[in-house]
């Protein structure tokens, strides 16, 4: 089965939206919807679609699918290979624990490029966020998250110059 995902998020409203496309034998099932998160992102959104995808999958007994998406970083924060900022952090372990179960593969394709599915899932994950938006859904789900932190200036200049002494050692090595 190959599963094509793409997420939307609106910052005005607060609302993120997901969608997939599940393909196989020329049989397209789709499937969208959005929930209210204050303080979200467009990457959150991608994350999203692709764990909503994996527990659809792990739902019907679905094991090995080819995941395609948009967004370069999701086989890395799938696997593990990348870290995440602390705010996405809950998002990325629901990914990794339904990866680690489902064993998808990943492929990459250009966002916005034309691919018809790739473009059907994000026409499908905007229009549930309008439709959530215009009230034309019901709130099925409101999540919170904490959002980030202040950090002392202090400190933010500390790690930064520690950051710039690290890079600086690396490329003289």
């Known amino acids: 089965m190959v599963i094509y995902t793409d997420g939307s998020y609106s910052e005005q409203a607060g609302i993120l939206g997901y969608a997939f496309c599940c393909v196989e034998d020329r049989v397209i099932k789709q499937i ?22 994996l527990e ?26 990348r870290a995440c900022r602390p705010y996405m952090q809950e998002f990325v372990d629901e990914l990794q624990r339904l990866t680690q179960i489902v064993e998808p593969d990943f492929q990459k394709v250009k966002a916005h490029d ?22 034309q859904t019901e709130i099925k789900e409101v999540r919170t998250r904490k959002p980030p932190r202040e950090m002392n200036p ?4 500390s790690r930064f110059k520690t950051l710039c002494k ?6 003289y090595w």
């Not at 202090?154 to 200049?157: F, K, R």
């Open 32 to 53: 969208s919807d959005a929930f209210v998160l204050e303080n979200g992102s467009s990457t959150i959104a991608e994350i999203v679609a692709v764990s909503k995808s």
């Open 154 to 157: 202090e400190v933010q200049l």
């Open 166 to 171: 690290n890079y600086h050692s690396l490329l």
């Open 114 to 135: 034309g691919h018809f599915y790739n473009t059907l899932a994000h026409n499908l994950a905007v229009e549930a966020v309008r439709k959530l938006r215009d009230g």
């Open 56 to 81: 659809f999958c792990l739902n019907y007994d679905i094991h090995k699918p080819l995941i395609v998406h948009d967004f370069d970083a999701i086989p890395f924060l799938a696997l593990g290979y």
